[in-house]
């Protein structure tokens, strides 16, 4: 019996699995090559804002009255604005704002809807109740709904983080209760189960993994979301307080000045666009990674 | 369309010769067909037989012009003397339907689920035959009533889901009879049917495409159904054709070696004593092909010849192999089934001395259906009462929504029963709870069906093997390394296995380390629910052998589910017929196979396929 | 089918709860006695307590809920602090433009949306492919308002084809109201199309690995049958039924929009009432919406029915 076995691993040739792995990832950078572009282009932007006090002139709300609605030059790359703040450091500067709400937001609502997801896919009582939930939740426009509660509760960094946060967790145990779903199906549940494995093991320790690539991609989206709601509220005016540097809130300041000063909307709406696109392509670019139906080709 | 050609070629339907496609990938071509010939003459139908990887349905595919736009097809295939691979993409499009018919294996997932039949039916004959959406209805009626749809039972406004199977696949088989094709290519077409559906299903597809003058191409990977159907048969293998000749003729003188080891690992009746003959390993990947004969790792007569390939060349009867050994004529079958003998069963044979070890008596299990205001109930299960003894095959038979799924998932309290009782182990199974379930549990095991499925894809084999020792504290931990490398050891996997993930391994490989999990803490009974169907012939042979002996071995009892009759009589010691949610019929396999009792039984063995390379 | 339909019904009525209760407890959830924000610092005490007597803040909160719930029921969403009509009117006023401006932004984001999906999806991997995906991606990424404000800088100050921003009545005559409205609609139109061009590209391409598409193929149908009749039915079912979502992103495009382009919709009138800590109105627009949004999706969900006989027949 060993004999006929002996010879079906023979004429199976596996190698180590951890070569497999290094293999693997030479595979990702070359048929990837977007994924890695729009990588690198989001940690030269955290970079960037992570060391603004470095690369900028001028403090963000440093007014200088005399270079009022300056062009971009030499000593102002990106020109002033119309209290003679200098555009490049106030947008350095509203990235590090732009980007913590995004991460955070991005955080608390993929951590908030995982845990629900989890427990309202694998347990059908939970089910009922929080579905019904949810779907009210999504029944409201997210920025209806956000603009709201915000207008409501008052404008602020932590209001905003908060409110973004109830609008995207709906999204997330929607998109988690899926997988879930598919996952009880598959028969290794039963299987733990007739194991005699206890439900919350097989839950943490079975179920979860499962739902990590579509968590990943989530919170990649729901960041680039976040950021880009993050400044529509702000440019509403029922964001984050006027005088904190955002890219919301150097591109309201703009809006008056359109047609004579372009250099001040020009220049923070490139940066949250090529965050978002950055973002973006590596969100894709996860999900095609982590798509199982991609993985065995 | 054949009158142009020469004639040479005009009394074939169908000319494929030396067809080779290759799939251009980033990291090397792959080549899924090298040098396949075959021919099709008029009114014959012909059986592709091989295991799955061997490049079937890729072949029809090829013929009927659907392989993706980026392959490389060369070779000839001429249809009635036209030149297939010269026609452009459009021409070759419009022979499709008119010429070639298809039939393929789900017909619910080929049939358009938003599109009616009708719709579906007419579409062929009013672009091919250019007939009016009122001729073509007619049309359509008059086909489906060909196929054993009576006119009355109008279900041209219908969709595929509100159809039975057995009805789908007649209607899949109408649209591809309703041009009158040249040729009709069916790949597995009975496949995913109940076994007494496949029996007339398979009689239809002979006769209507017959009927309607046409030849046939039957995909399978049964040889019975080839028997039953076809009057030529071609074996391939990895890509190769490796025999080819007259159905009869291959069947009862099998001259290649692999062909020969397909039917040995076919379960007999009546000869459930033996072991199966197996073939060693499994169906190559495309990108590890062997050199030289490619059946040759797995071949007991392979020697140095066997590293240059040998030719596709005539026999002295026709039959074409491509084999440097072919198997000697006349003794052929002989020599594949002269088998060794397995010992002499000790358990089956002896009277059981205690009680049985699990008792099922008035197990019910009912479901809730239907929109929520009209909420019907429908019993799945209706009251079932059998016995397993200890160390010993209980087999339970049925078709698809028989219920027999339903009473494995009770038993192994996965899902609770509406009314009944379990007695196991001398205890009543539906009074435990929690913990003191999940204790006992260790005495109850179950190996699934699907290979991929079963193991978390995301553990290695080390760590899944780890799980049960773990859980059941079989041991002190030190030992649990060394004692999941025993477990694998007694399925014939070694230790190399450990740091693999499940995907890693091949189907057959995937089931072993499932059942050395279940075996792991020693249970007294194991479920195994369809364990082996989505094996190939080959390797479920390799499969039910091994848990044949590990029954000896470790005086397990087994709870065998199937819908393979072979299947279950060469395993059980006793044998369940369930319809319907009831258990017709019980009793030992000669009981059963050759003194039934149930008309339902007598049915169900009625549509086995013939097996005329058996020896009684 | 009428099962269905029903069943549909009463799934949507709990859906609805969840946005009543919240717009009624957000105004109790405000900071500080909602009287007294909404009429600022200045206000004397005898008004004060005439608005909480008017708003039925004085009575206990399940009395408030009733007392509120009822008046729901008559379509009474009470009086704006700001306007001197009750909220409905104000509401139905600003509603024309939004809903003209989104019909206008959906039409322009399906056709635009669908058929670049669509080609993308059946020229995989071709130079058709790359150029619409990329389009789309950056589409998705731009913020609304700051696409708007580029086009008024292009369009509308350097080409001067269109008015800089404001509205243009219906009363005044079809086409200069439509002009008005032609950079607004293509600003949110466009940006959605992204969202439906990478969404029908995947679903074809799901589709198009479907077995019943090779069915149709293996019947000597031209591929533009197969295409446009059983790939587009197929890919329509599923298209339709993330319309819903589509809605609820046009919405929320439509606010910035609104504000960029100085439109009186009803996402000019939300912000507006924010900063006028107008909580009627605030309330009214966002129960409005939620119930569109509802109506919408009810719809959407019947239409399925009829395109779908799967669940026709269910």
């Known amino acids: 019996m060993s004999g006929e076995l002996e010879s079906g691993v023979a004429f199976e040739p596996l190698s180590d699995p951890v070569l497999v792995g290094r293999r693997r990832l030479r595979h990702v950078i070359a048929d990837h090559p977007s994924m890695i572009v729009a990588g690198l282009a989001l940690l030269i932007i955290v970079a960037v804002t992570i060391l603004a006090p470095l690369l900028a002139h001028a403090a963000p709300d440093q007014i200088v009255v005399t270079d009022r609605l300056k062009g971009p030059s030499g000593a102002h790359l990106f020109g002033t604005d119309n209290l003679g703040r200098d555009i490049l450091a106030r947008t350095l500067y509203g990235g590090r704002t732009s980007l913590k709400i995004g991460l955070v937001v991005a955080l608390l609502s993929v951590g908030g809807g995982t845990v629900i997801g989890l427990l309202v896919g694998f347990y059908e009582i939970v089910d009922m109740i929080v579905m019904r939930l949810v779907d009210g939740l999504m029944a409201l426009p997210a920025l209806i709904l956000a603009i709201s509660m915000i207008g409501v509760l008052g404008a602020g960094i932590t209001t905003v983080v908060i409110c973004l946060s109830i609008v995207y967790v709906p999204r997330v145990v929607r998109v988690i209760r899926g997988s879930v779903l598919i996952i009880r199906k598959s028969t290794f549940v039963d299987d733990e189960r007739a194991l005699g494995q206890s439900e919350p093991y097989i839950l943490f320790r079975h179920v979860l993994p499962h739902c990590m690539s579509p968590v990943i991609v989530q919170a990649s989206f729901i960041f680039s979301y976040a950021i880009l709601a993050e400044a529509g509220l702000s440019f509403l005016g029922v964001g984050i307080p006027v005088d904190v540097p955002s890219w919301g809130n150097i591109l309201t300041d703009s809006r008056s000045y359109l047609t004579t000063a372009w250099w001040m909307s020009i220049f923070p709406g490139l940066a949250i666009a090529l965050t978002v696109l950055s973002l973006n392509v590596f969100g894709d670019g996860l999900r095609d990674l982590l798509d199982p139906r991609l993985q065995e080709r | ?616 | ?314």
């Not at chain 2, 070639?100 to 035959?129: K, N, Y």
């Not at chain 2, 003894?389 to 028989?402: A, I, K, R």
């Open chain 3, 1 to 314: 089918m009428g099962h269905y339909m029903l069943k549909r019904l009463l799934l949507v009525l709990p859906t609805l709860v969840v946005p009543v209760v919240l717009i009624f407890t957000l105004l109790r959830l405000a900071p500080g006695d909602p009287a007294v924000v909404m009429l600022g610092n200045q206000a004397t005490a005898d008004q004060v307590a005439k608005l909480r007597e008017s708003l039925g803040l004085d009575q206990p909160i399940y009395a408030q809920f009733g007392d509120w719930l009822g008046r729901l029921l008559h379509l009474d969403l009470g009086h704006s602090i700001f306007f001197p009509e009750p909220v409905l009117s104000t509401i139905s006023d600003h509603g024309t433009v939004t809903l003209q401006l989104t019909l206008l932004s959906f039409a322009l984001a399906v056709v635009l949306g669908v058929g670049g999906g669509m080609l993308a999806a059946l020229y995989r991997n071709r130079a058709v492919d790359r150029i619409v995906m990329v389009l789309a991606i950056v589409g998705v990424s731009l913020p609304e308002f700051w696409f708007g404000l580029n086009l008024i800088l292009i369009f509308a100050v350097r080409l001067q084809w269109f008015p800089v921003s404001g509205y243009v009545p219906l009363s005044e005559g079809l086409l200069p109201s439509m002009r008005s409205l032609v950079l607004p609609a293509v600003c949110l139109g466009m940006i959605q199309a992204a969202f439906i061009a990478r969404l029908t590209r995947s679903t074809v391409l799901d589709v198009l690995s479907e077995p019943f598409v090779t069915t149709a193929r293996s019947k000597g149908l031209p591929e533009r049958i197969v295409v446009f009749k059983h790939i587009a039915r197929g890919v329509l079912v599923s298209i339709l039924s993330t319309m819903g979502v589509i809605l609820g992103l046009l919405l929320s495009g439509a606010i910035a929009v609104e504000v960029v382009f100085a439109l009186p919709g009803l996402g000019r009138l939300l912000v507006d009432s924010v900063g006028r800590r107008d909580y009627p109105v605030i309330q009214g627009v966002v129960l409005i919406t939620s119930l569109t949004f509802v109506a919408v999706n009810l719809l959407v969900d019947f239409l399925y029915a009829f395109v779908d006989p799967r669940v026709r027949y269910e």
């Open chain 2, 1 to 616: 369309m054949g009158e142009t050609v020469g004639s040479e070629t005009t009394e074939s339907v169908l000319d494929v010769e030396n067809l080779t496609v290759t799939f251009p990938r980033r990291r090397g071509d792959l080549t899924a067909l090298t040098d396949v010939s075959f021919h099709v003459r008029p009114g014959e139908a012909v059986g592709l037989v091989g295991e799955s990887g061997c490049g079937k349905s890729l072949t029809a595919l090829s013929v009927a012009g659907l392989l993706p736009s980026d392959c490389r097809v060369d070779g000839s295939i001429r249809l009635r003397g036209t030149e297939l691979t010269a026609l452009s993409r459009t021409e070759r499009r419009a022979l499709g339907g008119k010429e070639i018919g298809m039939v393929f294996q789900d017909p619910l997932s080929a049939l358009h689920p938003v599109l009616s039949i009708g719709d579906q039916l007419t579409e062929g004959p009013r672009r091919h035959l250019g007939l009016s959406r009122r001729a073509a209805r007619d049309r359509a009626r008059d086909m489906l009533d060909r196929v054993g749809i009576p006119r009355t039972r109008n279900l041209l406004d219908e969709y595929a889901h509100q159809l039975s199977g057995g009805m789908r696949q007649r209607v899949m088989l109408a649209m591809a009879l309703i041009c009158e094709p040249q040729l009709v290519i069916a790949d597995e077409p009975t496949t995913a049917l109940d076994v007494t559906l496949q029996a007339q299903i398979l009689e239809l597809l002979r006769t209507t495409t017959m009927d309607v003058g046409a030849s046939l191409v039957l995909i399978t990977h049964d040889l019975g159904v080839v028997s039953q159907a076809c009057d030529r048969m071609v074996v391939m293998y990895a890509g190769h054709v490796v025999e080819a000749g007259r159905a009869r003729t291959v069947i009862t003188e099998p001259r290649h070696h692999y062909t020969a080891g397909l039917m040995g690992a076919v379960p007999l009746p009546g000869e459930r004593r033996r072991r199966l003959q197996t073939i060693a390993g499994t169906v190559p990947q495309l990108d590890r092909m062997p050199t030289g004969c490619r059946f040759a790792p797995r071949c007991g007569s392979a020697d140095e010849a066997c590293r240059t390939e040998p030719r596709l060349e005539p026999t002295d009867e026709a039959t074409l192999v491509k084999c440097w050994h072919p198997l000697p004529r006349g003794r052929a079958v002989a020599a594949v089934l002269a088998a060794e003998e397995r010992p002499a069963e000790g358990v089956s044979d002896a009277v059981p001395s205690e009680g049985p070890l699990l008792s099922v008596r008035g197990l019910r299990r009912e479901f809730t259906s239907g929109p929520a205001l009209r909420r019907k109930v429908v019993a799945a299960v209706k009251g079932v009462d059998f016995d397993i003894q200890p160390g010993e095959t209980f087999g339970l038979v049925g078709e698809s929504g028989s219920g027999k799924s339903t009473v494995a998932r009770m038993v192994l309290r996965l899902i609770g029963a509406t009314d009944g009782q379990i007695t196991f182990d001398g205890g009543d199974l539906t009074a435990l709870r929690g913990r003191a379930l999940r204790r006992k549990r260790r005495d109850f095991q179950m190996v699934s069906q699907d290979p991929y499925g079963a193991l978390n894809p995301r553990m290695t084999i080390g760590h899944l093997m780890l799980e049960p020792f773990r859980l059941h504290e079989l041991g002190p931990a030190s030992t649990w390394r060394d004692q999941s490398v025993t477990m694998l050891e007694e399925v014939g996997l070694n230790a190399s296995m450990l740091r693999r993930y499940p995907h890693q391994l091949s189907g057959g490989q995937r089931q072993r380390v499932a059942i050395a999990r279940a075996l792991a803490p020693k249970p007294k009974l194991i479920v195994a629910d369809e364990a082996v169907s989505a094996l190939d012939v080959s390797v479920q042979a390799q499969v039910l052998n091994m848990m044949k002996d590990l029954q000896d071995r470790f005086q397990v009892a087994y709870l065998f589910i199937s819908h393979d009759l072979s299947v279950i009589e060469f395993m059980s010691h006793q044998i369940g017929v369930m319809r319907h949610g009831e258990l017709v019929e019980v009793g030992s396999p000669t009981d059963i196979y050759q003194n039934a009792q149930h008309q339902y039984t007598q049915e169900l063995l009625s549509a086995i396929p013939p097996v005329p390379w058996a020896t009684r």
